[in-house]
């Protein structure tokens, strides 16, 4: 079998079943792609022969020396301990010398000993979902019977941190947390979250629903923005006032991933988040019975590559299907977007995204963009300062100390809107920290 240099694939064993009823999930409804007879007698479980195909095709797709996996939902933890045990088992079969590395995504509902003793055991990294403190989290993120989460989540990750399991937080951003960001990273860094993800929730709903999926893609032009999605300077808001306290204080201490992934591009790397890539195409979604899909964000019937019970995972990767989905986030960039002064790290975000018109009238431009040109125009003095210490061999947290002196200038000095802005940048105020 050929092997690629690397791809992810975020695996679904449970498909869409969840055990919570988040609000603004955009994944609960996949479950209308699916009927009971395609499922197997309403079972929603990866069947095992599935399973042991996809790791051991995944294994084998690669060049690596590590193989790294990433179990998601719905919620995985429906599952059981033993359906993991058997994961790491079938891995540990197929590994041939490599190492193998494991993501868990949960809510942490079901978090118990047991699992907390598997993940410690395993090094499963945990990825949380928790939203903010109590009124923040408990605003969307509901059960079945709409009651409040946030307890079961807090005593799942005292279990986790009880354990040392490994662990990060996943904050989607919403149109009400996104009001109180500071809350938000202060509460975070108490309950012991070291990585910190920030995910802006877009979402369109259609007016009239097909395949039973009424969260849409941008072709779409009979939707509109769900009621719960982040307003798009806002976000750039939200991201700003957590680098504010992050810049000042926090710098090698926490680490939040858009932070980081901007540093990495600033640098000159490539930036380790799809979104911010000029290409797409490396991060697919597998569904609970083999099928294929293009990515998380495009589970859809037009984008369903195959199923790899009947085709070779690294022949459904390297399809032309899938290359020209991944290219077309390049080539369908519009020019308002091609000619902008923070292209080189947005690059148009993630293409779910992208259903407004650009100034001059041109489909195709991002509904956060907005956001973004306000927050990535906003910490590049400090993303130059930061690159500058690692060429002359410094660590970048020094950031910090030039920050707050930076920040004594502002508060010492009246700038107007038109004058050259205090951190030195060259730039006029407005057009730099003047946001």
Same mark, same amino acid.
């Given at each position: 079998?050929?092997?690629? =240099? ?16 988040? @609000? ?22 990866? =069947? /095992? ?35 993991? *045990? ?5 891995? $540990? ?5 490599? @190492?193998?590395?494991? #993501? ?15 993940? #410690? ?10 939203? !903010? ?13 709409? *009651? ?40 975070? @860094? ?9 995910? =802006? ?17 941008? !072709? ?24 504010? *306290? ?21 640098? &000159? ?32 019937? +037009? ?6 019970? +009947? ?14 989905? &991944? ?7 519009? #020019? ?14 993630? =293409? ?8 001059? !009238? ?14 990535? $125009? ?10 500058? +210490? ?14 707050? +002196?930076? /920040? ?8 107007? *809107? ?9 730039? @006029? ?7």
């Amino acid at each position: 079998m050929s092997s690629s =240099p690397g791809f992810h694939v975020m695996a679904k064993p449970i498909g869409p079943i969840c055990n919570i009823d988040c @609000k603004y999930c955009f994944y609960l409804e996949k479950e209308n792609l699916y009927s009971a007879k395609q499922r197997g007698k309403n079972n929603w479980a990866m =069947p /095992d022969d599935v399973l042991e195909e996809y790791i051991k095709q995944k294994i084998e797709s690669t060049d690596t020396d590590e193989e790294s996996f990433v179990w998601q939902g719905g919620e995985p933890t429906l599952l059981g301990v033993d359906y993991f *045990r058997k994961v790491v088992q079938l891995q $540990n079969k197929y590994a041939n010398g490599k @190492k193998i590395n494991n #993501a868990f995504q949960t809510n942490g509902i079901l978090i118990d000993s047991e699992w907390c003793e598997f993940f #410690a055991e395993n090094s499963f990294l945990i990825g949380l979902s928790i939203d !903010g403190p109590r009124e923040l989290h408990d605003k969307y993120r509901v059960d079945k019977g709409s *009651r409040p989460t946030f307890d079961r989540v807090i005593h799942g990750l005292k279990l986790l941190k009880k354990h040392k399991v490994d662990f990060n937080t996943l904050t989607v951003v919403q149109k009400d947390n996104s009001y109180h960001p500071l809350e938000v990273y202060d509460f975070l @860094k108490e309950i012991g979250s070291g990585y910190m993800q920030f995910i =802006p929730i877009v979402e369109r709903i259609s007016k009239e629903p097909t395949n039973g999926l009424s969260i849409v893609l941008p !072709g779409n032009k009979n939707a509109e923005v769900s009621d719960w999605s982040v307003e798009p300077e806002q976000f750039g808001n939200f991201l700003i006032e957590i680098f504010n *306290r992050w810049v000042l204080n926090d710098v090698g201490k926490y680490f939040v991933q858009i932070f980081d992934v901007s540093l990495e591009v600033w640098v &000159g790397l490539q930036a380790g988040l799809c979104l911010f890539n000029e290409t797409c195409g490396k991060a697919l979604a597998l569904e609970h019975n083999g099928d294929l899909y293009s990515c998380d964000h495009y589970v859809f019937p +037009e984008n369903k590559l195959g199923n790899i019970m +009947e085709n070779p995972l690294i022949k459904m990767v390297e399809s032309e299907q899938q290359k020209k989905f &991944g290219t077309d986030k390049k080539d369908k960039l519009p #020019a308002y977007c091609r000619n902008c002064e923070v292209k080189f790290i947005c690059n148009g975000e993630c =293409p779910k995204n992208r259903f407004l018109n650009t100034p001059d !009238g041109e489909p195709g431009l991002n509904y956060l963009c907005a956001g973004y040109k306000k927050f990535f $125009n906003y910490i590049d003095p400090y993303m130059k300062f930061m690159d500058n +210490e690692l060429k002359i061999g410094r660590t970048p947290a020094n950031v910090m100390r030039w920050a707050r +002196e930076k /920040d004594k200038k502002f508060q010492a000095v009246k700038v107007g *809107r038109n004058e050259p802005c205090p951190c030195g940048s060259g730039k @006029k105020y407005k057009n730099c920290c003047g946001v």
